[in-house]
DNA sequence: CTAATTCCCTGGAAGC
DNA sequence: TGCTTCCAGGGAATTA
């Protein structure tokens, strides 16, 4: 389940190979995933790969034709989706849904849910409906806690939800969250609200070292997700917390509870996270 | 505006 | 073996 840490490290796997380069053809092998593919068969041909970037799980693609903007192409992975670089002539597998090729080089996405998204835009991203609404990336500075406790205060939710909300900070979802939180010693059910200004400072800190040894590990495969080559991340194999309840706590030997959290499965420790 | 709920979709695991 | 049931998940849409 593609989270940021997923998301950039598909980024980096895949912009070298396509960044400046001319798109070639286009395939869509199913007209509709969460939405309707626009007609890139016609749209992106010819087109320059200017620069690849992300904002929140969103992909860019920002196209050019002779040096000057003419659209970019936005992915989103949903729950499922992967992007690998494969040959154009690879044999397709089940789920692989759209190619975008540069020659012989190959963008292709696999997604067997269909919750992710293909989309076109001639618009500047940030007025897009998607991503003007997106509160600050995580690693950036604009995430700091002064920002974190303003918001904080003013909701009445639990902590946990109020993570994985996008207009809060994106990128974070159900792993990542549960992660931090157990680092953090704060119960995944505790009110934003009723948190003190020094806790929310550890927990802005465990929330961007969390998720930069993701990365740096290659994100997290637990189902679906494999990197440009089609291989797994690592991640999966430091959760401390995440889907090990009935195990035992790495701190403190006690027994890891779950419950639901805003429709979400929640593991924590009863005894580490208050 | 906030918060709570429902829905989209399918593979894999669990239960019988 | 083969069925049925449940669960995972981001986030948009809907309702209160």
Redesign the pocket.
Known sequence: ???LPEVETSLRGVSPHLKGKTITSVIIRKP?L?WKIPPLKRILPGLKIEKIERR???LLFYCTKDKTHVGILII?L???GSVRITKNTAPVK??DHFDLATGNICLRMCD????GAILWTKDPIEIHP?ISNLGPEPLSRLFNVNYLFSQAK????PIK?FL?D??VV?GI???YATESLFLAGIHPGRLCSNISKKRLTKLVTVIKKVLKDAINLGGTT??DFYDEDGSPGHFQQKLLI??QQGKKCSKCNTTIKYKLI????SSYCPKCQK
Do not use: D
């Open positions: 389940m593609p989270e509709k969460r929140a799980k969103y989103h949903g729950m499922s089940k789920h067997p849910r269909r919750f998607l003013r909701r009445s939710i939800q994985m996008n207009k994106v979802g159900n792993i637990l189902r995440y889907g805003g429709q979400r499965t």
